[in-house]
């Protein structure tokens, strides 16, 4: 045969193989079907993953394009400028993002998004918020953000379709407010910070883990229906095809299906990302054309998926010895080795091992190549490890009850195909305990403690005092008549600058005046008598802020920040007595002079500026009562400060990294479900005849029943014993490369294996009606 | 004359559309061979399935040893299965994880019998069978003609009254057919077995005492007819 000949020949067998792989009739079709679903679920999902980095990117693009904070000089007033306050509000736990606009003259930057600057007064509003707006369950919202929406922000405005964002015209901001900026144009170039080393090795982690097992599945699924495959096999060896030639043609139909698997991930990939802007995973959207997949990464994965489905087709032929007698003798399963199986772990950790220590959350250096491939390693080594540990575990077993028999018999014989069905969750269970382990060794580390006590007071604000006292008055009144709220204590707070002098220019010491009741008072500090009129000092060791307390007798001079001069003079009473400070219910630890307004002259309390604090307990759980608060706040001051205590929070990369392993987990998870699920189907009906002929002997419906659960329960018990032990070498590695102690978070591990263990009898569960269905006399209608 | 072990009366069962049985009607006797014939597509397998209580009629009446087959629950059914009837399809249809040994020792465990017993008694059938070579085997490792004998003797091990066997002899060539042929109906003699043979070829259905011909759904019972010819 001439090699032209031999190419033709070989194009003839592959293509006669994807025929067969598409052809057959419905049964055919379903078997074809059932493993494009299973390979394209795969291939969905990791098209989904190439299209990350792509979606980030897009959403920082837009979130840097709108970006109004500079840490330049703002630019002067003029014709182009335009103030921008920030005005973010909260609606039952959801961030709201809001800005203020007021031009300066006829031609003022617009933020992407808008046409032009809303009127005063007058509302553009994203689409997200303003759907909400139009709920019913958002009449507080209303309450709050009760303007006119005279336009919608469109998308190049927004970080993603469920943002909830507004930009309100405005005609009253006061360019002196903390708060308020000028601006001559928006967007600032990204210059994000970079994740610390911890967190980006975290995040390599988390790719690997996630990714491992989809393409575990990947491969499982490409082999669906061997047992039918290999029954055409034979028939076509009946018709004068050699070993090669038959190889060749299973070449071929692996190419098909694969290729068929290609086309489903596609279209469910496009399926998915036309309605993912109506849908978000803990708290992040993201707009269809965001959702696109890197093209060399896609062309990779074109080339990768039916290469390896030719790959794993080719591995499993080994074990079958086809001959042409229309009947495949499948030998006995072949005896696995354990040594290279072993290898894969160790060689994994030897890679690990070098950057023990080499890391820590101020710097050092990681090869992220070799943590990827260390890390993939032991994982790969928890899938290579299964099926040798099923074989082995099963081997010896003898008797039982026939659902038992039935089960361990079946695994006797075919152990790789419960193995293969286990395997991708295994590796997923190994990879989240590793990872866990990881992440709450750390999660202390990126853990800031506030020192707030919510069961003091809930709710804190904290606003510029614009009209003294009276401010705080006025709060109080309006905060106390708020349905939900228990009680309310308000002070007012200045810098002051403690003599001799009162020049600010000179290096002086500086101090805090504290202005409230007795009531408020004794909130910052150990008061056992108070009156009005007191005045009581307070030197915390642990105050961060640098005020100390000035001596009795003392004169302090008012600072206006503003224009940094004094504007205002007090003598602090010779009566003032030293306390013990307490810490407030947000945590700040109070130092300086609190006074009772008494001790301050009726003048110097009118015409203090500075800013208004306020704690406020409301009732447990009401939930109104905060939306309320915040409308009164915003009512008095859009960018005032309003936030509920808590005395702990992460930082915002943590927090980031973590939600991007609960996205992936989730999506993960669910992909492992559905994947399950199809294998489980597939492996049913290829064997509905043997179930159609046990239905007919007159086999119970529990027996079949409990033979499955067996038949999945056991390597799926080994898997996660596998899974338990290999995710602890890979957290203990992890750790060390952090320079971490090492810790084993047991309730995370049983949670984790509880969940998978969960999914795999949810599986199971589902897979029982079409098992009833199956052990009908159909199967045996198919003679 | 033997007495009627089970009597179908005017079965009718469709699949859609396709009417598979068209007002079958077929009696067995206690002990005899009977041979259903018919063009592939007839309503042969699905007059066996109903008669084995496989498959539900969509109406007509099937009874068993005066007991009615179509009232029965599943369960019962069941039950009647692994009690009385033994089958035998085209490929065997052995349980491919199990050794010969245990595929014929199944029915026995379904019916609550302690392993040892089952297994025993399986070996003696499997060598009655000519077959107690293969008892360790995995059926994939057979022969077609072993795998069928293993079949006829895990439809015989319960001691069943009646054997339905689907085209026993289809997957075979004729002289493993012949001899599975030859084994099954002795066997089924000596037990005292009916057998409700599902076969369209000829040779096989000699090994009949009586022969039916289902032909669109309708059973005709061949030696009636040629009396009534010859009439």
């Known amino acids: 045969m001439t090699p032209q000949g031999g190419f033709r020949a070989w194009a003839r067998e592959l293509a006669l193989g994807a025929r067969m792989a598409l052809a057959g009739g419905p ?24 299209s990350v980095p792509n979606a980030i990117a897009a959403r920082q693009e837009r979130t840097a394009a709108r970006d109004d904070v500079s840490f330049d000089e703002p630019p002067p007033r ?52 303003a759907r909400l707006l139009a709920s019913p369950e958002a009449e507080l919202l209303r309450e709050r953000l009760n303007y006119p929406i005279v336009a919608t922000i469109a998308d190049e405005g927004l970080a993603g379709p469920m943002e909830f964002a507004f930009y309100l015209g405005a005609d009253d901001l006061d360019e002196a407010s903390d708060t308020v900026t000028r601006r001559d144009h928006f967007g600032e170039p990204r210059v994000g910070p970079r994740l610390d080393p911890v967190l980006s090795l975290l995040v390599v982690v988390m790719v690997v883990i996630l990714l491992l097992p989809v393409a575990l599945f990947v491969a499982a699924a490409i082999r669906f229906g061997g047992e039918a495959r290999d029954r055409r096999l034979a028939g076509v060896r009946l018709l004068g095809a050699d070993a090669h030639m038959a190889r060749r043609i299973a070449a071929g139909e692996a190419l098909g299906s694969s290729v068929l698997g290609l086309l489903v991930g596609g279209a469910i990939f496009f399926g998915v990302r036309s309605f993912v802007d109506r849908v978000e995973l803990f708290r992040l959207s993201m707009f269809p054309a965001d959702v696109r997949p890197h093209p060399v990464l896609v062309l990779l994965l074109v080339v990768a998926v039916p290469a390896a489905s030719v790959a794993v087709t080719m591995l499993s032929l080994r074990t079958v010895v086809i001959e042409p007698l229309a009947v495949s003798r499948r030998a006995a399963d072949v005896r696995r080795r354990l040594w290279w199986r072993l290898l894969l772990p160790i060689l994994g950790v030897a890679l690990l091992l070098p950057m023990l220590g080499s890391l820590s959350k101020s710097g050092g250096e990681v090869n992220v190549t070799l943590v990827s491939l260390g890390v993939a390693l032991v994982l790969v080594g928890v899938a290579a490890l299964l099926p040798w540990a099923v074989q082995a575990a099963v081997r010896r077993l003898r008797g039982g009850p026939v659902a038992w028999q039935l089960a361990i018999r079946r695994l006797q014989l075919d152990s790789s195909t419960s193995a293969r069905a286990v395997m991708g969750i295994a590796v997923a269970v190994a990879g989240a305990i590793g990872l866990q382990t990881l992440f709450s060794s750390v999660e202390t580390n990126y853990l800031v403690q506030t020192g707030a006590d919510p069961d003091r007071a809930e709710v804190f604000i904290s606003l510029p005092v614009q009209d003294g006292w009276a401010d705080v008055q006025r709060l109080e009144r309006a905060v106390a008549a708020t349905p939900g709220v228990q009680s309310v204590y308000s002070g007012m707070s200045r810098l002051a600058v403690v003599g001799p002098t009162t020049d600010p220019q000179t290096d002086e010491p500086y101090t805090f005046v504290t202005v409230g009741t007795c009531d408020a008072l004794r909130e910052l500090a150990e008061l056992d008598a108070c009156e009005e009129g007191s005045v009581f000092l307070v030197a915390s060791s642990e105050s961060d802020n640098g005020a100390v307390p000035p001596e009795p007798g003392r004169t302090v ?4 920040e503003r224009t940094n001069s004094v504007v205002g003079e007090w003598t602090v009473p010779v009566t003032a007595q030293m306390v013990a400070g307490r810490r407030a219910p947000d945590g700040n630890e109070p130092a300086g002079v609190l006074a009772t307004p008494s001790a301050l002259s009726v003048e110097l309390l009118a015409t203090w500026s500075g800013t208004l604090s306020s704690y406020v307990d409301i009732t447990d ?50 992909m492992i479900g559905v994947s399950l699920l199809v294998g489980v189907l597939e492996q049913l009906r290829e064997r509905r005849r043997v179930l159609a002929s046990l239905v007919a002997f007159g086999t119970r419906r529990r027996t079949l029943a409990w033979s499955i659960v067996w038949q999945t329960a056991v390597p799926v018990a080994l898997g996660l014993g596998l899974a338990v032990i290999s995710g602890l070498m890979v957290g203990a590695a992890l750790l060390k490369i952090v320079n971490e102690p090492v810790s084993v978070d047991w309730s995370t591990i049983a949670l984790v ?31 | 004359m033997s007495h009627a072990l089970l009597v179908a009366t005017d079965l009718r069962k469709s699949y859609g559309p396709t009417a598979a049985l068209a007002g079958a009607s077929v009696t067995v006797r206690a002990g005899e061979i009977l041979a259903v014939m018919g063009p592939s597509g007839s309503g042969k397998s699905t007059l066996l399935h109903c008669l084995a209580g496989i498959v539900r009629p969509d109406s007509g009446t099937i009874t068993y040893a005066g007991r009615d087959l179509t009232a029965m629950s599943d369960v019962d059914k069941s039950a009647l299965r692994r009690s009385e009837f033994g089958f035998i399809f085209q490929f065997g ?21 302690r392993r040892r017993a089952a297994e025993q008694r399986a070996r003696a059938w499997l060598a009655q069978l000519e077959v107690e070579g293969v008892a360790d085997k995995l059926p994939g490792t057979i022969s077609g003609g072993q795998g069928q004998r293993v079949a006829v003797a895990r439809s015989l091990v319960t001691g069943p009254r009646v054997i339905f066997a689907d085209e026993p002899t289809g997957a075979l060539d004729s002289l ?10 002795q066997a089924a003699r000596d037990t005292g077995a009916a057998v409700v043979l599902v076969t369209h070829e000829a040779r ?28």
């Open chain 2, 93 to 113: 249809q052995l349980i491919p994880e199990l050794t010969c040994l245990e595929n014929v020792a199944l029915p026995l465990r379904l019916a609550g019998v």
């Open chain 1, 27 to 50: 049964s055919g079709w379903v078997r074809a079907g059932l493993t494009a679903l299973g390979v394209g679920l795969g291939v969905a999902l990791l098209l989904v993953a190439t």
């Open chain 2, 176 to 185: 493993n057919g012949e001899k599975v042929m030859v084994l099954l109906t």
């Open chain 2, 204 to 231: 096989v259905a000699a090994y009949a005492d009586r022969e039916i011909v289902v032909r669109d759904g309708v059973a005709h019972d061949r030696l009636a007819q040629t009396l009534e010819r010859v009439a």
């Open chain 1, 753 to 783: 294996s509880g969940i998978a263990a969960f999914v795999v009898l949810a599986v199971t569960a589902v897979s029982l009606p079409p098992l009833w269905r199956f052990m009908q006399a159909d199967g045996l209608r198919t003679e």
């Open chain 1, 621 to 670: 759980g009401d939930r109104d009562a905060v939306e309320r608060l915040r409308t009164i706040v915003w009512n008095i001051a859009p960018g005032g400060d309003f936030s509920l205590t808590t005395p702990t929070v992460r930082t915002n990369e943590f927090a980031t990294v973590r939600r991007g392993l609960l996205i992936g987990a989730t999506v993960t998870l669910v």
């Open chain 1, 557 to 560: 001079g008012f600072l206006d």
């Open chain 1, 78 to 129: 003029s014709d182009t400028t335009i103030l921008v306050g920030k005005a973010d509000t909260w609606f039952r736990g959801t961030a709201i993002r809001g800005r203020l606009l007021q031009p300066d003259g006829a031609h003022p930057p617009v933020p992407p998004g808008l046409s032009e600057i809303p009127g005063p007064g007058e509302m553009a509003v994203s689409p997200a918020l």
